[in-house]
DNA sequence: TCATTTGTTTAGTGTTTACTAAACATGTGA
DNA sequence: TCACATGTTTAGTAAACACTAAACAAATGA
């Protein structure tokens, strides 16, 4: 298997456990509302990535960006989706626009948009 | 249930047969690779839309706009969703900013993206 | 040392998705 | 009139999704 995403988790998991044994696998499993043996398939890769609402929790729980680390599972959330959703034609085409430019050019669009007077 | 899908659907496939009788409800399904039965659930709203792929070959055999019917299902290309997966903190917070938005301002940022030396 | 906690593994489950197959009643054209 | 096409309805299903439950071996720590 592919398995960035149980590799994430893994990881930044580990990363606060380090600091705070409150982050063990069993008792964050807990603190989500998943069984231990559930997340353990999930960081080994074992299994594919939870649901949206899982991983939210997981990314909360460890302090994760919530849309990376849903882009890590293949998925986007229902927020961004929603946005897409109410007006296809306008996003659509500035999407598949900005796809083909480089970070650079899209960060710019981004702070154009953030600061600007429009 | 809500069947504002397949009601746009019926409405594009209907006007398309005023002028093509190859545009019935059995010879579309036919050419979009689904029963029959299961396009007249889709139009009367009996059942969910259909997937992704379904959605796509009807909207081409129909002349409509993907990212329009889609949305009307209540998804978004998987292609649109591979752009945002790729880069998911930059089009995260884009989509965010821009959600709030009129769409006059969205065009603008279209606009200034499509024509502009970037 | 021995109770506890940890991560892992196996097997199984309810739900949702995305349809098919087949029969049906109604309508149309030759 | 009657063969054929049309849209509809009912019943069923294979596969994917999103997990749970329970038992296990290894490490920890009092």
Do not use: C
Request: aromatic fraction near 4%; charge should be positive; avoid cysteine.
């Amino acid at each position: 298997m592919n398995n960035a995403f149980g590799l994430h988790i893994r990881r930044a998991r580990l990363a606060r456990r380090a600091e705070d044994k409150r982050f063990s696998l069993r008792q964050v499993a807990t603190r989500v509302g998943i069984q231990p043996g559930y997340l353990s398939r999930i960081e080994t890769g074992d299994t594919p990535p939870p649901s949206e609402a899982t991983i939210t929790a997981l990314s909360r729980d460890l302090g994760e960006n919530e849309d990376v680390t849903l882009a890590l599972a293949g998925k986007v959330s229902q927020e961004l989706r929603a946005v897409i959703v109410k007006r296809p034609e306008l996003f659509g085409e500035l999407l598949r626009q900005l796809a083909e430019m480089p970070d650079h050019a899209v960060l710019r669009v981004v702070r154009e948009v953030r600061d600007g007077e429009w």
